[in-house]
Every structure is written in structure tokens, then in C-alpha cells.
């Protein structure tokens, strides 16, 4: 597990989604990982937000993983 696969790893982690062995992979990689970790941290607290703010259908937030992981991405390094 790299951070590039940890990243894509984050909104199905977020979502329930990963099988027990690749939920397994990614909490070690961010254990070892505090960026990965802070990452997740802003990725939960923005999806939540998104959720509230598009209470249905829950289709809207499709559109932002890109421009947010562009954002959190840059944001990471300044760290
Ligand atoms: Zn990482």
C-alpha cells in the first residue's frame, strides 16, 4: 500500500465498502502514514459536510472527489 492507493482507498473505506483484508492494508498504511491519516481526517469531515449539505439524493457528491482530492493534495504540502 502506497499513499497514491491509500488516497483511492479513502471514500470506499469511508462508504463501508473495503473487504477486510484491503481495510486491513489501508488502516496499517495510515498508522505509518500521519499525512494519510490527516487526509482522511479532512476527506470524513468534508464528505459529512457534503451529505448535510446534499441531503438527497446522495448522487451530489459525485461531482467533488476530484477537485477535493486536487485541494486536500495541494493543502498536504505545505505539511
Ligand atoms: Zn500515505
Known amino acids: 500500500m502506497n499513499c497514491q492507493a491509500c488516497v483511492e482507498f479513502i471514500l470506499r473505506y469511508l462508504d463501508g465498502e473495503l473487504p477486510d483484508d484491503e481495510r486491513a492494508a489501508f488502516e496499517v498504511h495510515l498508522a505509518k502514514c500521519?499525512?494519510?491519516?490527516?487526509?482522511?481526517?479532512?476527506?470524513?469531515?468534508?464528505?459529512?459536510?457534503?451529505?448535510?449539505?446534499?441531503?438527497?439524493?446522495p448522487e451530489a457528491c459525485d461531482d467533488v472527489p476530484e477537485a477535493l482530492i486536487q485541494a486536500i493534495l495541494a493543502s498536504r504540502r505545505d505539511v
Not at 500521519?34 to 439524493?57: D, I, M, N, S, W
Request: proline letters at 12%.
Open 34 to 57: 500521519p499525512p494519510c491519516g490527516r487526509y482522511l481526517e479532512q476527506y470524513r469531515v468534508t464528505v459529512t459536510a457534503c451529505k448535510k449539505a446534499f441531503v438527497a439524493p
